[in-house]
Nanobody
């Protein structure tokens, strides 16, 4: 089991910027950010592999940047130009394997989430 702890979520004004952080107790190859808004399915926001390869949902591409510090087992999500549609609970996820790439497949470990509200 890999414990993941997110932080950084808060209430924001549209157009603002926010950075989320996720700390992991162990290193994993794939890490990602997911979000779920009330009444909606969970969606994949951004993923990153150990090699630094990244993928983004179309709705956030160009506004969000995912990064990681492998030495510190920490994942980040820099969110710029926030929109009300970005309002959601944001979850950090991780998995050891990389088959099919980090954008595809199921993630094994999940954090508790951090709320981002944009108005």
């Amino acid at each position: 089991h890999v414990q993941l702890v997110e932080s950084g979520g808060r209430r924001m004004q549209a157009g603002g910027s926010l950075k989320l952080t996720c700390t992991a107790e162990l290193y994993t190859y794939c890490m990602g950010w997911f979000r779920q808004a009330p009444g909606k399915d969970r969606e994949r926001v951004a993923t990153i592999g150990m090699d630094g390869s990244t993928n983004y949902a179309a709705s956030v591409k160009g506004r969000f940047t995912v990064s990681r510090d492998n030495g510190a087992n920490t994942l980040y999500l820099q969110m710029n130009s926030l929109k009300p549609d970005d309002t959601a609970m944001y979850y950090c996820a991780a998995r050891f394997g990389r088959d099919g790439g980090c954008w595809s497949g199921e993630y094994t470990f999940w954090g508790q989430g951090t709320q981002v509200t944009v108005s």
